[in-house]
DNA sequence: AACTATGTTGTAACCATTATAAATAAATAA
DNA sequence: TTATTTATTTATAATGGTTACAACATAGTT
């Protein structure tokens, strides 16, 4: 995600407007690292604007989605969607213990060097995504229940 | 997924029972490969066995993910979980027109060569997903509109 | 046959998300 | 400024996938 002033440059080019609900959202998105759902965004936004409904916050990611500066991460579908904010390095590891999921910079073939293996098929993305442990997991022995643990548990692999 | 039989045996392992309902859904899911949500499995059952209810299919492939028979597709988060049926080559291609999901053959390095980007991380599993256009779509001039296209309508990547 | 454990079914509950419509705010034109 | 249009927010209801629950049915065992 870029700055917020881009954003703003972005929002009105397409003829929205940056209202005060839009703003803070969007600040948090730029802040928020750890792929947040709209709950977790919504959650952050009450803090400081707690007449703000659920409605706007996913009505305002969506537009964000729609603008190409926040992008679905669907390696996992657990508790909702979780939203990217950075539009470089699309690769994750995700622990399947506290479930964080966090940018990893691997490094991969381009998305044009698979045209070999697949006669036809036009690639124009590509997303690695590596589950195991994280440090802070193995080091607490691993049942730490994080983000979302709680519904369908640890799933197996 | 392997064969019915070694399924069958894999539940007898746990204590769990062969029902004609069970084994119906094992071999929808051994046939298919698709990667169908659940609600495909539903309509395919039905036409062999009408009174089968949504539950008994929701449960029995969870039975069937707990006792590793079968793998949740994380790739896209689109009108339900999508399972996998296929323990070896876990890559995937996404064709974001008919949303269709096909099995690829990519070579990646093992799972444990991220040991040293990774300092710390164990890495258990790995997945990578393709996203763009199947040669049908493109010879079709790309708006077909697949399995659960209509919901949200194409994403933007 | 009776007993016990397991499985199935229908229904209701749950949760994330989207649709809708009324109320509000901002931008523009007069 | 005021009126008018347009965009936005909000609360609420609807939707759709999934799970929980409880009654009923089945199979296996003594």
Redesign the interface.
């Known amino acids: 995600m870029r700055s917020v002033e881009k954003i703003a440059a972005s929002l009105r080019e397409k003829g929205l407007k940056l209202t005060p609900q839009r703003r803070l959202i969007i600040e948090i998105l730029s802040r928020d690292r750890t792929h947040p759902t709209v709950d977790e965004v919504y959650r952050q936004v009450v803090v400081t604007m707690p007449e703000v409904s659920r409605t706007t916050v996913y009505n305002t990611i969506r537009e964000m ?2 603008l ?1 500066e926040v ?2 991460v ?4 657990d508790g909702g ?1 979780r939203y990217d904010t950075c539009a470089e390095s699309h690769n994750h ?1 995700f622990c ?1 213990s506290c479930r964080s999921l966090i940018d ?3 490094d ?1 073939p381009g ?1 044009e060097s ?1 045209s070999g ?19 802070d997991c ?1 080091d607490k022995g691993l049942s730490r229940p994080g983000r979302g643990a709680g519904k369908r548990g640890l ?3």
Chains 1, 2 share one sequence.
């Open positions: 989605a729609t190409g992008v679905e669907q390696d996992i579908s969607i590891f399947l990893v910079d691997v991969l998305a698979y293996a697949l006669e036809g098929y036009q690639v124009v993305k590509q997303q690695l995504t590596l589950y195991g442990i994280c440090p193995r799933k197996k692999f």
